[in-house]
């Protein structure tokens, strides 16, 4: 029967594959086995061996874990225009170029999209995401690039939502009647779609901006167009 070094040694060694593979969990996990070992009875003399191997311990800290989450499903926004729904609600990432104006705040790719940003810290974005918005050095740079070119170049990854057809609806409430016979009412529309107006088929309510940089010159000239 191993001694509890070398058991301990081989769960040292298991936290620290478990980090490389799935992170900040991984590596409670390996400390959970090696506490999960202290708590086993050594057993002498006999054929049964008391302290449980290093992958069964694993097992059973993983299950005591929370759910680690799946990675981003990686897009482009030529894909996700194609057909907005296959993507509806999952994590994407995507490159693009950012274009920021008069009632715009949208990513294309080349001729594809443009699909319409939100960051996820915005009140007003239905649904709620389910995860905080990282304003780290790249998030910085990417309002600095905003704000000084109204344009950058980035991945993103955040929450896709999408429709493959924009429908919109028009309805009247307030109905009033007046003397005279005439007649007020307030006349309203609501769209399927996201963005201003909601005209876009796409959205990407953004968690996290993985890499920034400047635009090319020639998106710069043409927002200055738009």
Avoid at 149 to 176: C, P
Wanted: with cysteine; aromatic share 8%.
């Amino acid at each position: 029967m191993a001694d509890a070094n070398s058991w301990r040694n081989q769960a040292y060694a298991t936290t620290t594959s478990a980090a490389e593979i799935f992170g900040p969990w991984g590596r409670v996990v390996g400390e959970i086995a090696i506490l999960r070992q202290q708590w086993q009875p050594t057993v002498s003399n006999t054929n049964v061996d008391g302290s449980l191997s290093a992958s069964v311990v694993l097992l059973w800290a993983l299950q005591s874990v929370p759910a680690i989450g799946a990675p981003p499903v990686e897009a482009t926004v030529c894909a996700t225009m194609q057909k907005p729904s296959a993507f509806n609600g999952k994590l994407v990432q995507v490159k693009g170029t950012v274009k920021s104006g008069f009632e715009n705040f949208s990513l294309s790719e080349g001729d594809c999209g443009p699909v319409w940003v939100d960051l996820a810290d915005d009140k007003y974005v239905s649904p709620p995401p389910k995860f905080k918005l990282l304003r780290d050095d790249n998030f910085a740079e990417f309002e600095r690039l905003i704000k000084a070119n109204s344009t950058a170049k980035v991945t993103l990854i955040g929450r896709l939502d999408g429709v493959d057809e924009v429908k919109t609806k028009t309805y009247v409430r307030d109905q009033q009647k007046h003397r005279g016979g005439t007649v007020s009412a307030v006349v309203g529309s609501g769209s399927t779609g996201f963005g201003h107006l909601g005209q876009y088929k796409a959205r990407l309510v953004v968690k996290q901006v993985l890499t920034v940089g400047p635009a090319p010159a020639s998106s710069r000239r043409l927002q200055r167009d738009d």
